[in-house]
């Protein structure tokens, strides 16, 4: 079993920064891929990245490349988010997901474990 805890969202202007933080426990945290997904009220949850249990390879969806950046600490077992040149259509709840296939995360959108979520809001 792995426990996953978000953190770091809220409300920012467009153009600002955040960084999320997904916090995890349980067991070894090393052995699973990372991801980040998305939801906006009335639509679909949706992939945003990934990172490898070694944090060698990245992977992001269109909309975020070039402006957000995963990465892992294996030492702190957790997950960052750093999300730059923010826009009011990134305002979502942010869901951080571990499974031991990246791939699984990119291209199915599946986990075997998800966090609560954490809200951010970009004003225009």
């Not at 009220?41 to 949706?46: F, L, S």
């Not at 923010?86 to 791939?103: F, G, I, N, S, W």
């Amino acid at each position: 079993q792995v426990q996953l805890v978000e953190s770091g969202g809220g409300l920012v202007q467009a153009g600002g920064s955040l960084r999320l933080s997904c916090a995890a426990s349980g067991r070894t945290f090393g052995g699973y891929a990372m991801g980040y997904f998305r939801q906006a009220p009335g639509k679909d949850r949706e992939f945003v990245a990934a990172v490898t249990w070694s944090g060698g390879s990245t992977y992001y969806s269109d909309s975020v490349k070039g402006r957000f950046t995963i990465s892992r600490d294996n030492a702190k077992n957790t997950v960052y988010l750093q999300m730059n040149s923010l826009k009011p259509e990134d305002t979502a709840v942010y869901y951080c997901a571990a499974h031991p296939r990246v791939l699984v995360v990119v291209t199915q959108g599946r986990a075997d474990y998800w966090g609560q979520g954490t809200q951010v809001t970009v004003s225009s």
